[in-house]
């Protein structure tokens, strides 16, 4: 076990380079996640976050993580709405995984190895991501939880080994495991592969006790299939809250359509890139989308490069397992670890971000540590790893102020990923931001033929038309971005008001109803739907639509005027009567309500509405 003055060095050298991250800034995602969302901003509404998605209404279908949602708000309420706050957390996150990775490493390698390879892992660049960014909390927090059940998990068995057959400290180890479990399934979807690693730690302990696998694991069975349990309630939990499947509905862009043959030749490179993050993270990037890394589908050199990449670290991982096992611990906790990343099992919504290599790089740092102990043991050898650990930690305290503010992180954007579409958009916004309209219109039609998949850049566009008074071109991209997300209502609803603006109801309508087949009780859409219809000459399809409206609210009294309105236009004087008297009383300081019925009490208003 590592000795108390490693933990400190390890520590010690984790703050000193994650440090400076407190005077960081929201930025990027964190942005709408966390700034604009106001879910969050109070703890009121605590319990529900639990059923809640990550993202706002528009973004439903794409992410469940009930964990980091809960300390978002949390943090909030901590900080006062304060970034500090957030980056607070993320420092002291770090630091707890930091300190797992060298209670795991610990049990793998010697204490020399163990404390190179947390050293390591707590200097590496590619980790900028997740701690300098507030959203990053989900990748440390899911890290923490994993490793912390690993370790428990890993405990346990050591204490039954020492005789511990059945005893309260053994009861609080397995209490220990599920609730980290529960805390990394909550935080990120990744973690779901916990249980394949608990597998292998039963079979790691087995290989050192001389034990057979299947005896080794039998003990643990009852443990084992409780994280499992959970890992399913966890799925069917995201199911309910998103109505999707395991992905959510949420493809990368590049991948939309592939199978998996197509996601393996299109992800095949992405191994190199990995590699190259872990060994040599002299570029790095915020972004890594079409056109920074080409999502391409059919077999080439840098395919083919990614295939014997992978083929040569299986062989290295089998070839190591008796001389140099803890090259096979890391390669087998790596690979497995960034399975769900990967975008092989199943498509998810990115295709390459360095955040989701914080937890498998566990994996590279035992890897690391393992490589390490082959070293001869020279003065020279801790001169030269010192050397190179300072390096590393030099080039992460360099990155961290890429996510200081909004725009020292346009301008890396800017100069690390020039070709990709996320780059172009964000020219764009800032240029609107500044007024210059033809700018940013340029900028994000650039993106959008780099990729015209998202639906989101597709949207934010058709919006700024919508603000210049451009209708017809605004009714145009926001219908287009339903038509790429029909989850959107947000889109259809301001599609339905362009086209309105524009003078076209017929397709006003015709959009309104097809998103609320799929949203019936979305409120906006119904009140612009209806006016779409009555707006066309069918006040009928008008009063269902408000009629479904006052159901869906029958306490608003906005929505009854609206009801008794529509009804009048159909000639349903009796109903449009009723309607805007329950206006009335639940509004009596309002004049509408009553000028409506002054002229529905001559009948006047009725055969003139038709």
């Not at 969302?37 to 794409?62: E, F, N, T, V």
């Not at 590496?124 to 923490?144: R, T």
């Not at 609730?179 to 249980?195: D, N, R, S, W």
């Not at 990923?417 to 240029?431: C, F, M, N, Q």
Request: glycine residues 10%; hydrophobic residues 55%.
């Amino acid at each position: 076990m590592a000795s108390s003055r490693a933990y400190a060095i390890v520590l010690g050298v984790a703050l000193a380079a994650s440090v400076t991250s407190l005077r960081n800034g929201f930025v990027a995602d964190d942005v709408p996640v966390i700034q604009e969302d106001q879910r969050i901003h109070s703890l009121r509404g605590l319990p529900a976050l639990a059923s809640a998605p990550y993202w706002g209404r528009d973004y439903r279908s794409k992410l469940y993580r009930p964990a980091t949602t809960v300390m978002f708000a949390l943090d909030w309420k901590l900080g006062g709405g304060r970034p500090i706050a957030f980056h607070a957390t993320n420092v002291a996150l770090n630091l707890v995984v930091v300190g797992l990775v060298l209670a795991l490493a610990s049990r793998v390698l010697t204490p020399g190895g163990a404390l190179v390879a947390s050293l390591w892992f707590a200097v590496q660049p590619v980790h900028v991501e997740a701690v300098a960014g507030a959203v990053g909390l989900a990748e440390l927090l899911a890290a923490a939880g994993y490793l912390g059940a690993l370790l428990a998990y890993l405990v346990d068995g050591e204490a039954e080994d020492a005789g511990w057959r059945a005893s309260a400290g053994r009861a609080w180890l397995a209490l220990a495991v599920l609730v980290c479990a529960a805390v990394a399934y909550g935080a990120k979807e990744h973690a779901i592969t916990l249980p394949a690693i608990l597998f292998l730690a039963d079979a790691w302990q087995a290989r050192a006790a001389g034990q057979r696998v299947r005896d080794r694991f039998r003990r643990h069975i009852v443990l084992w299939l409780g994280v499992v349990a959970l890992a399913i309630g966890y799925v069917a939990a995201r199911a309910q809250v998103l109505g999707a499947g395991f992905s959510g509905g949420a493809v990368a862009p590049g991948m939309e359509g592939h199978s998996a043959l197509g996601r393996v030749l299109i992800m095949a490179p992405a191994v190199l890139v990995w590699l190259r993050w872990l060994v040599w993270p002299v570029h790095l990037s915020a972004a890594y989308l079409p056109n920074a890394f080409r999502p391409i589908a059919r077999f080439g050199l840098a395919q083919l490069a990614g295939v014997c990449t992978v083929a040569a670290l299986a062989a290295a991982a089998w070839t190591a397992r008796r001389r140099v096992p803890g090259v096979t611990a890391g390669i087998v906790f790596g690979a497995i670890a960034a399975s769900v990343t990967a975008n092989v099992m199943l498509p998810t919504g990115v295709l390459l971000a360095e955040r989701l290599a914080y937890l498998p790089s566990v994996g590279a740092a035992l890897v690391a540590g393992a490589l390490w102990e082959l070293l001869p043991a020279r003065r020279f050898t801790w001169a030269v790893t010192a050397t190179v650990l300072g390096l590393l930690a030099f080039r992460t305290l360099g990155r961290i102020p890429v996510w200081r503010d909004g725009q020292r992180f346009l301008a890396a954007l800017t100069r690390d990923a020039p070709d990709s579409y996320r780059t172009r958009w964000a020219l764009g916004s800032e240029a609107f931001e500044h007024g210059a309209f033809g700018t940013g219109e340029r900028q994000m039609m650039a993106a959008i033929s780099i990729y015209p998949g998202d639906a989101t850049l597709v949207q934010v566009l058709g919006e700024r038309y919508l603000e210049a008074g451009l209708f017809a071109p605004a009714a145009r991209y926001l219908s287009a971005s339903y038509r790429l997300d029909t989850l959107s209502t947000g889109a259809a609803a301001r599609g339905v008001f362009a086209f309105l603006k524009d003078s076209q109801p017929d397709s006003a309508a015709a959009l309104g109803m097809a998103a609320l087949r799929r949203s019936p009780e979305d409120a906006a859409l119904l009140v612009l739907t209806g006016e779409a219809q009555l707006a066309a000459g069918r006040p009928r399809e008008a009063l269902a639509l408000a009629r479904r409206l006052v159901f869906v609210a029958p306490g608003n009294w906005v929505y009854q005027q609206i009801a008794g309105h529509a009804a009048a236009r159909s000639g349903r004087c009796e109903e449009a009567q009723a309607h805007l008297e329950r206006a009335r009383a639940l509004a009596p300081g309002e004049r509408g309500p009553s000028e409506a019925l002054r002229h529905l009490d001559g009948g006047s208003d009725c055969s003139l509405a038709r």
